[in-house]
């Protein structure tokens, strides 16, 4: 597939994000996220290497295989839950935005 054809996939795949998510409740769509973020962890290997050399340079070198990996793996389940909260966040309102904080060191 060529580079504006992936593009575009891509910016589909998005529009289609931001129609769809807002609609899916929280108690599907973390774990859902979640499973995706997981799916492209096992089937990009592109994105896996890259994420994985990344954290080994963060672990360093005395960092074990499977540390390394969970890490990895870790690093896609955040980000797809990250992309969830992004689309979904448009539903929620003033108050419950507020109710779903934590705030700790506000003195500061």
């Given amino acids: 597939m060529g580079k504006v054809n992936q593009t575009f996939l891509v910016y589909l795949l ?3 994000a931001g129609a769809i998510v807002p609609h899916i409740p929280p108690r599907w769509g973390y774990p859902s996220f979640f499973f995706i973020g997981d799916l492209i962890y096992r089937f990009h290997s592109g994105a896996r290497q890259i994420v994985q050399e990344n954290v080994g340079h963060v672990l360093g070198p005395e960092r074990d295989e499977s540390t390394l990996k969970e890490t990895a793996r870790q ?3 955040n ?3 990250n992309y969830y ?3 979904h966040q448009q539903t929620l309102s ?3 935005v507020r109710a779903s904080l934590t705030v700790k060191g506000l003195e500061h």
Avoid: A, D, N, T
Wanted: aromatic share 20%; charged share 35%; glycine share 0%.
């Fill in 14 to 16: 998005y529009r289609l």
């Fill in 85 to 87: 909260e992004l689309f």
């Fill in 75 to 77: 690093i896609f389940r």
């Fill in 94 to 96: 003033s108050e419950e």
């Fill in 79 to 81: 980000s797809l839950l």
